[in-house]
């Protein structure tokens, strides 16, 4: 679980922003004026070991990945639940971003039959809708959000981010605690990219395949940061030769959800007899 790492978190009283020049400023739908500080270049130098993240008026960090250490310095508008909302949801998972430990990928995560099924889409296509609905199924939650992934002897993992899923457009919020909640890692199975469609047109499930399916991961790349270019052009193109992808039609109407669960149900059991057999 990305909180679990083994990351110190230490009050200080300053830090000199000075010290570092190349600013790089971050779009958000929290109405929060948001810059990453740091000595170099992002668009030039890869490997940045110390850098700022500010949210003006709430707080300060100084990461040090080498030391495995988040310093913070609260600011006039400070609360605890700003505080780890931003930790929880934005800090650490840039935090391992910069560090190059995990790919990140916007998309709802919960396990299905041992393994991590992945919900992408543009924004509002539903994918928090359908997380959350999942997880009235009994799913356990991975991850409603940021989902870090990473590589090991040509099988791809997801992590599991924090226990809060948000099914409503909330700011600053972490949203809801899900009673069931995967810790461990789990490899993915399968990628669905959803697509809404009108209420009265039936629901499908298409398999992409060559550049589609990179273009999808590219799409739903999260935190794309100007640094590890290569590397991380490598790592999808390598995760869109490995990991199956569909495109999945879904009618906007709340009440055929049961409908649309029950397709990826059959989906996800023909998937495992193909690869039985």
Known sequence: MLSENSICLEEISEIEISDFPFIQKFENNQYRHIELYTKDDLEKVDHHPTWLFVIKDV???KCNIETQKIYYIPQKNFTDDLF?????????????NMSNIYYFLHAGTVEF?????LFMGHSHAGKSTLTNHLLQKKHPLICD????????DGKFFAVPSHPYHRPYRGIEDLGLKANNFITYELPIGS??????????QPIKIEKLNGIEKFKCLRYSTEIDLPIYMKERFEYITKMSNTIPIYKIYIPRDLDKLDEVYEEIKI???????????
């Not at 039959?113 to 099924?117: E, R």
């Not at 989906?267 to 057999?277: A, F, M």
């Open 113 to 117: 039959d041992g393994s991590a099924v």
């Open 84 to 96: 780890n909302y931003w930790l929880t949801h934005i800090l650490l998972p840039i935090y391992f």
């Open 267 to 277: 989906h996800q059991k023909n998937l495992r007899r193909e690869n039985d057999t």
């Open 191 to 200: 990628i669905y990219d959803i697509n809404p469609i009108q209420k009265e």
């Open 59 to 61: 707080v300060i960090f």
């Open 145 to 152: 959000d940021k989902l870090a992934t990473y590589e090991k």
